[in-house]
Nanobody, 115 residues
Framework: QVQLVESGGGLVQAGGSLRLSCAAS????????MGWYRQAPGKQRELVAI???????NTADSVKGRFTISRDNAKNTVYLQMNSLKPEDTAVYYC?????????WGQGTQVTVSS
């Protein structure tokens, strides 16, 4: 079993910053990819950013230049630094990880950006 625990969400004014963290624990030998998705009310879940164990990363066009994903492989932790936040970034943010061929999800953390 693998657990993903997120932290760092909250309420922030437009233009502000937040940093999300997600730590994986459990029976883990290796984590291939870790990343973040988000789901706004009435919308489908969408990829925000993902980082592989090899060091490559992909970021959605909607957040490119504002959000940065990083990983600490020694701690099985992934971070999402979110700068210049906009009201349209408001969503529940979910951590995801691919661990030895299986996909796992965190419980989600709410990010609300006020205008």
């Amino acid at each position: 079993q693998v657990q993903l625990v997120e932290s760092g969400g909250g309420l922030v004014q437009a233009g502000g910053s937040l940093r999300l963290s997600c730590a994986a624990s459990g029976r883990i030998f290796s984590i291939n990819a870790m990343g973040w998705y988000r789901q706004a009310p009435g919308k489908q879940r969408e990829l925000v950013a993902i980082a592989t164990s090899g060091g490559s990363a992909n970021t959605a066009d909607s957040v490119k230049g504002r959000f940065t994903i990083s990983r600490d492989n020694a701690k099985n932790t992934v971070y999402l630094q979110m700068n210049s936040l906009k009201p349209e970034d408001t969503a529940v943010y979910y951590c995801a990880a691919e661990v030895e061929g299986y996909n796992y999800w965190g419980q989600g953390t709410q990010v609300t950006v006020s205008s």
